[in-house]
């Protein structure tokens, strides 16, 4: 079993940035890929950007160049620097968790971010 606990959603204006971070415990593989994904009101869950545990990255093209997501493997903790906040990035953002070949995927509780206009 693996626990996800994120944090450093909020309530931010328009052109603001926030910081969320996904920290792992458990039976915590050395071959793992942390994620994050988002659900908007009425939409399904999507990917946002995923990090292996050697440090290859991936981003869903609508957040390119805005959010970066890294990792501490030392802390077991992923992390998403989202910057120049649009309305529409408003979601849940959950933190995923997945082994090799994603034969065990944990999912963590979400944190809503809410950007204003």
């Known amino acids: 079993q693996v626990q996800l606990v994120e944090s450093g959603g909020g309530l931010v204006q328009a052109g603001g940035s926030l910081r969320l971070s996904c920290a792992a415990s458990g039976s915590i593989l050395s071959y793992n890929a942390m994620g994050w994904y988002r659900q908007a009101p009425g939409k399904q869950r999507e990917l946002v950007a995923r990090i292996s545990y050697s440090g290859t990255i991936a981003y869903a093209d609508p957040w390119k160049g805005r959010f970066t997501i890294s990792r501490d493997n030392a802390k077991n903790t992923v992390y998403l620097q989202m910057n120049s906040l649009k309305p529409e990035d408003t979601a849940v953002y959950y933190c995923?968790?997945?082994?090799?070949?994603?034969?065990?995927?944990?999912w963590g509780q979400g944190t809503q971010v809410t950007v204003s206009s």
């Open positions: 995923r968790w997945s082994d090799y070949g994603d034969e065990h995927v944990y």
